[in-house]
Protein backbone atom coordinates (compact mmCIF):
# COMPACT_ATOMS: atom_id res chain seq x y z
CA UNK A 1 0.00 0.00 0.00
CA UNK A 2 1.26 3.73 -0.93
CA UNK A 3 2.06 5.54 2.19
CA UNK A 4 -0.86 8.05 2.58
CA UNK A 5 0.80 11.93 2.20
CA UNK A 6 -1.23 12.73 5.68
CA UNK A 7 1.24 10.16 7.49
CA UNK A 8 4.18 11.71 8.95
CA UNK A 9 7.82 10.96 6.94
CA UNK A 10 8.68 7.27 7.11
CA UNK A 11 5.28 5.82 8.68
CA UNK A 12 3.37 3.28 6.87
CA UNK A 13 0.54 0.94 7.38
CA UNK A 14 0.46 -2.48 5.41
CA UNK A 15 -1.36 -5.61 4.86
CA UNK A 16 0.95 -8.01 3.38
CA UNK A 17 3.54 -11.55 3.90
CA UNK A 18 6.20 -11.01 6.22
CA UNK A 19 8.74 -13.14 7.68
CA UNK A 20 8.06 -15.99 9.68
CA UNK A 21 6.54 -16.26 13.29
CA UNK A 22 9.62 -16.77 16.03
CA UNK A 23 7.71 -18.96 17.93
CA UNK A 24 5.58 -21.14 15.50
CA UNK A 25 6.92 -20.61 12.19
CA UNK A 26 3.79 -19.87 10.23
CA UNK A 27 4.19 -17.11 7.94
CA UNK A 28 3.82 -13.46 8.92
CA UNK A 29 2.03 -10.62 8.15
CA UNK A 30 3.04 -6.81 8.40
CA UNK A 31 1.22 -3.89 9.77
CA UNK A 32 2.59 -0.87 10.01
CA UNK A 33 6.37 0.40 9.68
CA UNK A 34 8.21 3.46 10.97
CA UNK A 35 12.10 3.55 9.09
CA UNK A 36 13.69 5.84 11.37
CA UNK A 37 13.26 5.18 14.97
CA UNK A 38 15.90 5.16 18.01
CA UNK A 39 17.41 1.95 18.70
CA UNK A 40 16.73 2.64 22.49
CA UNK A 41 13.80 4.66 23.25
CA UNK A 42 14.78 4.68 26.92
CA UNK A 43 18.09 6.46 26.50
CA UNK A 44 18.39 9.88 27.65
CA UNK A 45 22.04 12.06 26.91
CA UNK A 46 23.62 14.86 28.25
CA UNK A 47 24.04 17.19 25.08
CA UNK A 48 21.12 17.51 21.96
CA UNK A 49 24.06 16.81 19.40
CA UNK A 50 24.13 13.35 21.42
CA UNK A 51 20.71 12.30 21.42
CA UNK A 52 20.14 13.56 17.95
CA UNK A 53 23.32 10.98 16.86
CA UNK A 54 21.19 8.30 18.83
CA UNK A 55 22.14 4.99 16.21
CA UNK A 56 18.78 4.39 14.64
CA UNK A 57 16.75 1.56 13.64
CA UNK A 58 13.41 0.53 12.52
CA UNK A 59 10.22 -0.48 13.66
CA UNK A 60 7.95 -3.01 11.31
CA UNK A 61 5.25 -4.23 13.40
CA UNK A 62 4.41 -7.78 12.17
CA UNK A 63 2.03 -10.60 13.29
CA UNK A 64 0.63 -14.19 13.25
CA UNK A 65 -2.27 -15.00 12.57
CA UNK A 66 -2.25 -18.35 14.10
CA UNK A 67 -1.00 -17.81 17.20
CA UNK A 68 -1.46 -14.33 17.32
CA UNK A 69 2.31 -12.76 18.55
CA UNK A 70 3.24 -9.89 17.61
CA UNK A 71 7.09 -8.64 16.78
CA UNK A 72 9.33 -6.42 15.09
CA UNK A 73 10.82 -7.48 12.28
CA UNK A 74 13.18 -5.32 12.27
CA UNK A 75 14.65 -5.55 15.82
CA UNK A 76 18.57 -5.81 15.36
CA UNK A 77 19.65 -7.01 18.93
CA UNK A 78 23.44 -5.24 17.84
CA UNK A 79 21.93 -1.55 18.19
CA UNK A 80 20.79 -2.02 21.35
CA UNK A 81 22.62 -1.17 24.37
CA UNK A 82 21.26 -0.58 27.71
CA UNK A 83 24.27 0.05 29.53
CA UNK A 84 24.87 3.83 28.67
CA UNK A 85 22.47 6.22 30.71
CA UNK A 86 19.65 3.67 30.33
CA UNK A 87 17.26 4.99 32.95
CA UNK A 88 14.05 2.16 33.30
CA UNK A 89 13.03 3.39 36.45
CA UNK A 90 9.50 5.40 37.25
CA UNK A 91 9.63 4.78 40.55
CA UNK A 92 10.06 8.77 41.67
CA UNK A 93 6.42 8.93 40.52
CA UNK A 94 4.11 8.12 43.79
CA UNK A 95 1.75 6.53 41.32
CA UNK A 96 4.06 4.22 39.90
CA UNK A 97 5.95 3.60 43.79
CA UNK A 98 2.65 2.23 45.08
CA UNK A 99 1.45 0.05 41.97
CA UNK A 100 4.53 -1.60 42.68
CA UNK A 101 4.61 -1.66 45.99
CA UNK A 102 0.45 -2.80 46.15
CA UNK A 103 1.67 -5.66 43.60
CA UNK A 104 4.59 -7.07 45.77
CA UNK A 105 2.39 -7.12 48.42
CA UNK A 106 -0.45 -9.20 46.85
CA UNK A 107 2.15 -11.74 45.36
CA UNK A 108 3.93 -11.84 49.17
CA UNK A 109 0.41 -12.88 50.42
CA UNK A 110 -0.12 -15.26 47.20
CA UNK A 111 2.97 -17.06 48.02
CA UNK A 112 4.46 -18.47 51.44
CA UNK A 113 7.97 -16.87 50.54
CA UNK A 114 9.25 -16.21 53.46
CA UNK A 115 13.16 -17.29 54.15
CA UNK A 116 12.79 -18.61 49.91
CA UNK A 117 14.70 -17.83 47.27
CA UNK A 118 13.01 -15.40 44.90
CA UNK A 119 15.29 -15.14 41.63
CA UNK A 120 13.93 -12.27 38.74
CA UNK A 121 15.31 -12.54 35.43
CA UNK A 122 15.84 -8.52 33.77
CA UNK A 123 15.33 -7.22 37.39
CA UNK A 124 16.94 -3.64 36.31
CA UNK A 125 17.27 -1.34 39.36
CA UNK A 126 15.76 -4.27 41.83
CA UNK A 127 12.82 -1.74 43.06
CA UNK A 128 10.13 -4.37 42.63
CA UNK A 129 12.14 -7.65 44.07
CA UNK A 130 13.38 -5.50 46.80
CA UNK A 131 9.67 -4.80 47.20
CA UNK A 132 8.46 -8.12 47.52
CA UNK A 133 11.40 -9.63 49.49
CA UNK A 134 10.54 -6.45 51.99
CA UNK A 135 6.80 -7.50 52.07
CA UNK A 136 7.20 -11.37 52.14
CA UNK A 137 10.44 -12.05 53.98
CA UNK A 138 11.93 -13.92 50.65
CA UNK A 139 16.01 -13.60 49.92
CA UNK A 140 16.18 -11.98 46.35
CA UNK A 141 18.64 -12.69 43.34
CA UNK A 142 18.18 -10.14 41.01
CA UNK A 143 19.57 -11.31 37.41
CA UNK A 144 20.62 -8.50 34.66
CA UNK A 145 23.54 -7.53 32.51
CA UNK A 146 22.23 -4.03 33.10
CA UNK A 147 21.59 -4.18 37.24
CA UNK A 148 22.51 -1.65 39.34
CA UNK A 149 22.03 -2.12 43.38
CA UNK A 150 22.50 1.46 43.85
CA UNK A 151 19.09 2.83 44.93
CA UNK A 152 17.63 -0.69 46.35
CA UNK A 153 17.90 -1.92 50.26
CA UNK A 154 20.34 -4.58 50.06
CA UNK A 155 19.03 -5.74 53.20
CA UNK A 156 15.78 -5.87 52.27
CA UNK A 157 13.27 -9.38 53.60
CA UNK A 158 15.80 -11.89 54.03
CA UNK A 159 18.52 -10.10 51.63
CA UNK A 160 19.53 -9.01 48.28
CA UNK A 161 21.94 -10.29 45.51
CA UNK A 162 22.94 -9.08 41.95
CA UNK A 163 24.24 -11.39 39.25
CA UNK A 164 24.94 -9.24 36.48
CA UNK A 165 24.92 -11.60 33.47
CA UNK A 166 22.80 -12.27 30.55
CA UNK A 167 20.64 -15.62 32.34
CA UNK A 168 22.54 -17.87 29.36
CA UNK A 169 25.78 -17.42 31.59
CA UNK A 170 24.47 -18.19 34.77
CA UNK A 171 24.92 -21.68 36.85
CA UNK A 172 21.57 -23.85 37.70
CA UNK A 173 20.34 -22.37 40.88
CA UNK A 174 19.32 -24.83 43.56
CA UNK A 175 15.61 -24.16 45.13
CA UNK A 176 14.15 -21.56 43.80
CA UNK A 177 10.86 -20.81 45.30
CA UNK A 178 9.36 -18.28 42.57
CA UNK A 179 10.62 -16.82 39.30
CA UNK A 180 9.88 -13.21 38.32
CA UNK A 181 10.18 -11.82 35.00
CA UNK A 182 8.90 -8.47 34.70
CA UNK A 183 8.98 -6.15 31.46
CA UNK A 184 11.92 -8.60 30.15
CA UNK A 185 10.41 -10.75 27.21
CA UNK A 186 9.24 -7.69 25.25
CA UNK A 187 13.00 -7.18 24.84
CA UNK A 188 13.71 -11.00 23.25
CA UNK A 189 13.34 -12.04 20.15
CA UNK A 190 13.35 -15.56 20.61
CA UNK A 191 11.11 -15.82 23.53
CA UNK A 192 11.02 -19.54 23.62
CA UNK A 193 14.91 -20.63 23.83
CA UNK A 194 15.33 -17.53 26.20
CA UNK A 195 12.31 -19.21 28.58
CA UNK A 196 14.46 -22.27 28.26
CA UNK A 197 17.83 -20.40 29.55
CA UNK A 198 15.31 -19.34 32.51
CA UNK A 199 14.24 -22.96 33.32
CA UNK A 200 17.50 -24.33 32.92
CA UNK A 201 18.77 -21.85 35.24
CA UNK A 202 15.66 -22.14 37.83
CA UNK A 203 14.67 -25.16 37.10
CA UNK A 204 11.41 -26.05 35.13
CA UNK A 205 9.07 -27.16 37.86
CA UNK A 206 9.47 -23.54 39.66
CA UNK A 207 6.82 -21.39 38.96
CA UNK A 208 7.02 -18.41 37.05
CA UNK A 209 5.27 -15.11 37.07
CA UNK A 210 5.70 -12.98 33.81
CA UNK A 211 4.54 -9.58 33.63
CA UNK A 212 4.68 -7.63 30.30
CA UNK A 213 3.43 -4.75 28.81
CA UNK A 214 -0.36 -5.46 27.11
CA UNK A 215 -0.73 -5.06 23.20
CA UNK A 216 -4.37 -4.96 23.07
CA UNK A 217 -5.03 -1.45 24.73
CA UNK A 218 -2.27 0.10 22.18
CA UNK A 219 -4.02 -1.67 19.17
CA UNK A 220 -7.65 -0.49 20.03
CA UNK A 221 -6.38 3.22 21.17
CA UNK A 222 -3.97 3.25 18.37
CA UNK A 223 -1.41 4.15 20.55
CA UNK A 224 1.74 4.27 18.13
CA UNK A 225 4.02 5.58 21.15
CA UNK A 226 3.94 2.42 22.73
CA UNK A 227 5.63 0.76 19.75
CA UNK A 228 9.41 0.83 20.38
CA UNK A 229 12.92 -0.96 18.01
CA UNK A 230 14.03 -2.29 21.45
CA UNK A 231 10.37 -4.00 22.08
CA UNK A 232 11.03 -7.24 20.23
CA UNK A 233 7.84 -9.09 20.57
CA UNK A 234 4.65 -7.65 21.93
CA UNK A 235 1.97 -9.96 23.55
CA UNK A 236 -2.07 -10.04 24.13
CA UNK A 237 -3.50 -11.76 26.21
CA UNK A 238 -4.38 -14.56 23.96
CA UNK A 239 -0.87 -14.55 22.41
CA UNK A 240 1.25 -14.73 26.22
CA UNK A 241 -1.30 -17.84 27.05
CA UNK A 242 -1.00 -19.91 23.75
CA UNK A 243 2.41 -19.68 24.09
CA UNK A 244 3.10 -20.04 27.64
CA UNK A 245 0.97 -22.96 27.04
CA UNK A 246 2.86 -24.21 23.59
CA UNK A 247 5.69 -24.38 25.81
CA UNK A 248 4.38 -26.83 28.01
CA UNK A 249 3.52 -24.58 30.74
CA UNK A 250 -0.02 -24.65 32.72
CA UNK A 251 -1.57 -21.09 33.81
CA UNK A 252 -3.52 -20.65 36.68
CA UNK A 253 -3.51 -17.00 36.76
CA UNK A 254 -4.08 -14.37 33.35
CA UNK A 255 -5.14 -10.87 33.99
CA UNK A 256 -4.65 -7.35 32.95
CA UNK A 257 -3.12 -5.16 35.51
CA UNK A 258 -2.01 -1.49 35.97
CA UNK A 259 -4.91 0.20 34.27
CA UNK A 260 -5.21 -2.43 31.52
CA UNK A 261 -1.45 -1.30 30.64
CA UNK A 262 0.00 -4.82 31.25
CA UNK A 263 -0.31 -8.51 31.46
CA UNK A 264 0.37 -10.93 34.48
CA UNK A 265 0.90 -14.38 33.73
CA UNK A 266 1.40 -17.05 36.84
CA UNK A 267 3.10 -20.65 35.58
CA UNK A 268 3.18 -23.24 38.14
CA UNK A 269 4.13 -26.56 36.84
CA UNK A 270 2.56 -28.41 40.17
CA UNK A 271 -0.61 -27.17 39.57
CA UNK A 272 -3.23 -28.17 36.94
CA UNK A 273 -3.76 -25.92 34.13
CA UNK A 274 -6.74 -23.88 34.38
CA UNK A 275 -8.23 -23.59 30.63
CA UNK A 276 -10.73 -21.27 31.31
CA UNK A 277 -8.12 -18.67 30.78
CA UNK A 278 -8.13 -18.30 27.04
CA UNK A 279 -7.42 -14.31 26.31
CA UNK A 280 -8.45 -12.83 22.92
CA UNK A 281 -8.69 -15.37 19.78
CA UNK A 282 -6.72 -15.06 16.87
CA UNK A 283 -10.03 -13.68 15.31
CA UNK A 284 -10.74 -11.27 17.71
CA UNK A 285 -6.92 -10.41 17.44
CA UNK A 286 -7.46 -9.49 13.88
CA UNK A 287 -10.03 -6.87 14.49
CA UNK A 288 -8.07 -5.09 17.52
CA UNK A 289 -5.12 -4.87 14.69
CA UNK A 290 -7.93 -3.30 12.03
CA UNK A 291 -8.79 -1.17 14.93
CA UNK A 292 -5.01 -0.41 15.28
CA UNK A 293 -4.87 1.15 11.61
CA UNK A 294 -8.13 3.33 12.33
CA UNK A 295 -6.93 4.93 15.09
CA UNK A 296 -3.29 5.52 15.15
CA UNK A 297 -4.23 7.24 11.48
CA UNK A 298 -6.68 9.59 13.47
CA UNK A 299 -4.14 9.91 16.79
CA UNK A 300 -1.48 11.05 14.90
CA UNK A 301 -3.22 13.43 12.88
CA UNK A 302 -5.20 14.62 15.98
CA UNK A 303 -1.82 15.59 17.93
CA UNK A 304 -0.12 16.82 15.16
CA UNK A 305 -2.75 19.56 14.49
CA UNK A 306 -3.04 20.44 18.09
CA UNK A 307 0.20 20.88 18.68
CA UNK A 308 0.52 22.84 15.35
CA UNK A 309 -2.22 24.45 16.19
CA UNK A 310 -1.05 25.70 19.77
CA UNK A 311 2.20 26.86 17.73
CA UNK A 312 0.10 29.09 15.40
CA UNK A 313 -1.34 30.72 18.35
CA UNK A 314 1.70 31.74 19.83
CA UNK A 315 1.43 29.14 22.39
CA UNK A 316 3.85 26.86 24.06
CA UNK A 317 3.53 23.03 24.47
CA UNK A 318 5.12 20.22 26.72
CA UNK A 319 5.06 16.67 27.33
CA UNK A 320 5.02 15.35 30.68
CA UNK A 321 6.41 12.03 31.05
CA UNK A 322 10.57 11.66 29.82
CA UNK A 323 10.14 7.98 29.14
CA UNK A 324 10.05 5.89 25.68
CA UNK A 325 6.47 6.69 24.90
CA UNK A 326 7.52 10.80 24.94
CA UNK A 327 10.17 9.30 22.54
CA UNK A 328 7.80 7.48 20.39
CA UNK A 329 5.52 10.28 19.93
CA UNK A 330 7.85 12.68 19.21
CA UNK A 331 10.17 10.70 16.50
CA UNK A 332 7.02 8.99 14.76
CA UNK A 333 5.93 12.37 14.35
CA UNK A 334 8.80 13.93 13.29
CA UNK A 335 7.97 17.05 16.42
CA UNK A 336 10.68 19.67 16.44
CA UNK A 337 10.02 22.81 17.54
CA UNK A 338 6.29 22.34 18.34
CA UNK A 339 6.85 21.19 21.52
CA UNK A 340 9.46 23.07 23.78
CA UNK A 341 10.80 20.54 26.49
CA UNK A 342 9.82 17.66 28.14
CA UNK A 343 9.02 17.46 31.73
CA UNK A 344 10.07 14.98 34.19
CA UNK A 345 9.61 14.68 37.84
CA UNK A 346 13.22 12.08 38.08
CA UNK A 347 15.74 14.46 39.23
CA UNK A 348 18.51 12.43 37.43
CA UNK A 349 16.82 13.29 34.44
CA UNK A 350 16.81 16.71 34.85
CA UNK A 351 18.92 18.82 31.69
CA UNK A 352 19.02 15.99 29.97
CA UNK A 353 17.90 14.95 25.95
CA UNK A 354 15.67 12.97 24.00
CA UNK A 355 16.64 10.02 21.54
CA UNK A 356 16.60 11.16 18.43
CA UNK A 357 14.74 14.62 18.61
CA UNK A 358 16.89 15.96 21.16
CA UNK A 359 14.21 17.66 22.92
CA UNK A 360 15.64 19.03 26.25
CA UNK A 361 14.35 17.35 29.95
CA UNK A 362 12.72 19.24 32.54
CA UNK A 363 12.24 19.67 36.17
CA UNK A 364 8.59 20.55 36.83
CA UNK A 365 9.41 23.61 38.67
CA UNK A 366 10.88 25.14 35.07
CA UNK A 367 7.29 24.67 33.57
CA UNK A 368 6.94 28.62 36.47
CA UNK A 369 9.55 30.37 33.41
CA UNK A 370 7.92 28.20 30.56
CA UNK A 371 3.95 29.02 31.43
CA UNK A 372 2.89 26.29 28.94
CA UNK A 373 -0.48 26.69 27.19
CA UNK A 374 -0.96 22.43 26.39
CA UNK A 375 0.71 19.67 28.42
CA UNK A 376 0.35 16.81 26.66
CA UNK A 377 0.20 13.92 29.71
CA UNK A 378 2.31 10.50 28.40
CA UNK A 379 0.11 8.59 30.49
CA UNK A 380 -3.38 9.25 31.88
CA UNK A 381 -2.59 7.08 35.10
CA UNK A 382 -0.26 10.27 35.87
CA UNK A 383 -2.88 13.05 35.14
CA UNK A 384 -4.29 13.91 38.81
CA UNK A 385 -0.57 13.54 40.04
CA UNK A 386 0.01 16.48 36.98
CA UNK A 387 -2.39 18.60 37.60
CA UNK A 388 -1.94 18.91 41.35
CA UNK A 389 1.72 19.48 40.68
CA UNK A 390 0.36 22.65 37.96
CA UNK A 391 -1.60 23.64 40.76
CA UNK A 392 0.74 23.91 43.20
CA UNK A 393 2.72 25.98 40.83
CA UNK A 394 0.04 28.30 40.50
CA UNK A 395 -0.28 27.22 36.74
CA UNK A 396 -3.44 26.03 34.65
CA UNK A 397 -2.49 25.39 31.01
CA UNK A 398 -4.81 23.01 29.20
CA UNK A 399 -4.00 18.97 29.87
CA UNK A 400 -4.55 16.37 27.68
CA UNK A 401 -3.69 12.96 27.75
CA UNK A 402 -2.59 10.68 25.13
CA UNK A 403 -3.94 7.47 25.91
ZN1 LIG B 1 2.86 -17.81 15.62
Same mark, same amino acid.
Given at each position: M?? #??????????????????????????????????????????H?????????? /????L?????C??????????????????????????????????????? !???????????????????G??????????????? /? !????????????S #???????L???????N????????????????????????R?????? #???????????????????????????????????G???????????????????????????????????????????????????????????????????????????????????? /? #???? /????????????A?????????TG??????????????????????????M???????????????????? !?????
Amino acid at each position: MEP #SPSLPPGVAFMNGPHGTCPTCSVPGRALYSVARVPSTSNVLFHTRAEARAVPM /GALELATCDSCGLLWNAAFDEGLVDYRQGYEETQSFSPTFRSWLDATASE !IAQEHQLEGKLVVEIGCGKGEFLASLCAASGARGL /G !IDPSASAGRVDLS #SGAGLKFLLEPVGNINPIDDVELIVCRHTLEHIFQIGPFLREIERAC #SPHTPLLIEVPDLTRVLTEGAFWDLYHEHATYFTLGSLVRWIRSMGRPVQTLERVYSNQNLMLFSDPGRPDDLQLQGESPTEQRRALDQFNQQAKDSMARTNSLLNKIQAQGGTSVLWGA /G #SKAT /GLLVTLGVEDQVAAVVDINPDKTGSHIAGTGHRVIAPGELQEIKPDLVLVMNSLYCDEISANLKAMGLAPR !IEALA
